[in-house]
């Protein structure tokens, strides 16, 4: 597995005790939970970072019942979930966005147009995508291949 190796470089890179490690750290420990039933692919490992920023963002945006944020701006609490994102980002692949997803398409000259319905136009576009091992998230194909469909 690709990503744990690279994972467990990046902790034994980093300084001791610093943010980066830290964070690194909690990623390793969630992995192994997971991988204690068997082995676990990089797919599933980008999946746990993102839950992770996910749930930091949650945190981030949480409203006590007065309507406030319950971290104000000044809080140093909300400054370490923004950088622990910043952290966890570094650890996901840089995902192609829409436009370079369309342009992969026309170039191939994928004809998600003539499909039945959505579900297998994405199907087809993914497909393509992923016979070219393009690093895309199905959300984005998804609303590329909404906008091809126009």
């Known amino acids: ?17 610093s ?19 068997g082995k676990i692919s990089d797919e599933a490992c980008f999946s746990i970072v993102k839950k992770m920023m996910k749930g930091n963002e949650e945190v981030l945006t949480m409203k006590d019942s007065h309507g406030f ?8 609490r909300r400054q370490q979930y923004i950088e622990e994102n910043a ?15 369309l342009n992969s398409l026309t170039e191939a000259q994928i004809d998600v ?3 039945t ?3 297998k136009a ?11 091992n393009a690093p895309v998230e199905g959300q984005t194909v998804k609303e590329a291949v909404q906008q091809m469909r126009k």
């Open 1 to 17: 597995m690709a990503f744990e190796e690279n994972l467990r470089s990046k902790i034994s890179a980093s300084p001791y005790s």
């Open 19 to 37: 943010p980066e490690r830290n964070v690194f750290k909690v990623v390793l420990g969630e992995i192994q939970q997971k991988s204690a039933s």
């Open 69 to 76: 944020l319950r971290l104000s701006e000044t809080d140093e």
């Open 87 to 101: 952290i966890l980002s570094e650890l996901l692949p840089k995902y192609w966005d829409i436009s370079q997803i």
């Open 113 to 115: 147009k003539s499909e």
């Open 117 to 119: 319905n959505e579900g």
């Open 122 to 132: 994405t199907g087809k576009a993914m497909a393509h995508l992923k016979s070219i």
